[in-house]
């Protein structure tokens, strides 16, 4: 800048650089009271007034942030300042004006000059400045040039304000939806307790989260896994899950003959044979709630079309009705079976297929998760002990050791009903030898060294955990129910 530059040359420069510098400002991601608070002294540096204030006000009309310089209050009225007659003008207006002699909250002034503040079209709140102060020899006065400057950074701020409340808006819904997502979780883990369902191994957690994923939404699962691995209760746990107000509804299909699940299923109409009487199905029953179709690929091909149609056109028709009545039912289907290979053969429909297995959910067997066997253990025993009034028993490590070795092809149906045969029979603590009576196949010892002695027995069971675990003795330890030093007394 030359010497020989006018004082009002500086100035417009200086504006010009105040403009920049508060475009890159107020653009950065800060609270709106530091956004408010940086436009004022930007402004107060370039016009010099005797007194400023800026006001914002929430999508209610409330006030939201206030600042100022100049006021001899100690603290301005954010509220009050939308009270005063100037911004019902500048609503009105919707463009800066400029007011003299008067009185502005609590303050006289010669000179005002105020520019609202909006957004997207909705108005922010507003920028007021008071009496310029001379400078550079120059008469005091808001000239043209401070008013386009005002209207300038007037525009630069609702810009600034708009976006920042849209960047809080999301940040605000992130952790609305963080704490509903811990809620869920929290949900989930009080729902696993209270339906008795026992995940600490991987396969299992990947399993019940993805349940947790999909239960709000309204696309058909199908719960795949073999017999006694608790398919319906998970199918309970998508149905609390999912929010739907209507009941939860269980059809076994492999448990009624063809003739009899039609009618179970969708109903059927008075006179329809001697002595029957109308009745709704199953697909009524579970109106906007959940229809559990367990062991599906048992479902005869007839019955199969007629399912297809309910779930495609969202109606079903009663037998020996003639009009169709309209349900919204979510369908949890299970099975054991593999249901590819019945389509291939011809024995279960491929669009069915297609239209059941919108989200599968496979639960694994036993044998491979064989990490919860102790937990799942103390769960029966204590649920056991509680129903039938029995003093708490402990299963020792040899026993449990045997579980763990056990294959279970029954699955956790099949442990749970060992478990309670074994406390009916046990005093204060299942042993191995109880434990070993009850095992499916289970025969006397043979004659034998080794066969004879249940230490031996104990032994390699040990081992094999051992092994499951890697070699880690704690949690072997953990999974026998015996303290790791007892595994150093046996020498492992």
């Known amino acids: 800048m030359s010497p020989g530059t006018s004082f009002a040359e500086k100035r417009r420069l200086l504006q010009l650089e105040t403009l920049y510098d508060l475009a890159v400002a107020l653009h950065a991601h800060r609270p709106e009271q530091e956004l408010v608070d940086e436009l004022l002294q930007r402004v107060c540096a370039v016009l010099d007034p005797a007194a400023a204030v800026a006001v914002t006000r929430d999508p209610h009309g409330a006030a939201r942030v206030v600042a100022e310089v100049g006021w001899a209050l100690a603290a301005l009225d954010g509220d009050g300042l939308l009270r005063e007659p100037l911004w019902r003008e500048l609503l009105a207006g919707g463009e800066s004006l400029a007011r003299r002699d008067g009185r502005f909250a609590g303050r006289e002034f010669r000179e005002l000059v105020a520019v609202p503040l909006s957004g997207r079209g909705v108005f922010l709140g507003y920028l007021a400045v008071l009496d310029k102060e001379e400078r550079g020899g120059e008469v005091a006065g808001f000239t043209p040039e401070d008013r386009r400057f005002l209207d300038s950074v007037a525009a630069l701020a609702g810009v600034a304000l708009d976006g920042a409340r849209q960047v809080q808006a999301l940040e605000d819904q992130r952790e609305k939806l963080e704490e509903e997502n811990r809620a869920l ?80 299923l969708f109903g059927i109409e008075r006179g329809v044979a001697t ?30 079309v007629k399912l297809l149609r309910a779930l495609q056109e969202r109606e079903i028709v009663r037998i020996g009705a003639d009009r169709s009545t309209p349900v919204d039912v979510r369908l949890v289907a299970a099975t054991h079976q593999d249901l590819e290979a019945l389509v291939a053969a011809g024995r279960f429909r491929e669009d069915l297929y297609y239209r059941l297995k919108g989200v599968e959910v496979i639960l694994p067997p036993l044998r491979e998760r064989r990490e919860d066997i102790p937990h799942l253990v103390r769960q029966f025993a204590a649920e056991f002990g509680a129903r039938e009034e029995l003093a708490p028993a402990r299963f020792e490590g040899g026993a449990m050791a045997l579980l763990m070795a056990h294959d279970f092809p029954g699955n956790v149906r099949e442990l749970k009903n060992l478990v309670e045969a074994a406390l009916s029979l046990a005093d204060s603590r299942v042993g191995a030898e109880l434990v070993h009576s009850l095992l499916p196949g289970a025969e006397e010892p043979a004659a034998g060294p080794e066969a004879l002695e249940l230490a031996a027995l104990e032994r390699r069971h040990i081992a094999r955990v051992l092994k499951m675990t890697g070699g880690n003795k704690s949690r072997a330890a953990e999974l026998l129910g015996v303290d790791r030093r007892t595994l150093q007394r046996r020498g492992f």
């Open 275 to 304: 002595g029957v009487d109308a009745r709704r199905g199953k697909f009524e029953l579970a109106h906007k709630g959940t229809l559990f179709l367990d062991e599906i690929a048992d479902l005869a091909v007839p019955v199969q």
């Open 185 to 264: 979780k929290g949900g989930l883990a009080a729902q696993l307790a209270e339906h008795r369902i026992v995940a600490h191994t991987a396969q299992m957690r990947q399993a019940l989260e993805r349940v947790e994923r999909v239960a709000p939404r309204g696309v058909s699962v199908i719960v795949r896994g073999e017999s006694g691995t608790g398919k319906e209760l998970v199918a309970k746990l998508l149905h609390l899950l999912s929010g739907r107000g209507g009941p939860l509804v269980a059809v076994n299909c492999a448990a009624l003959p063809e003739s009899l699940l039609e009618s179970e």
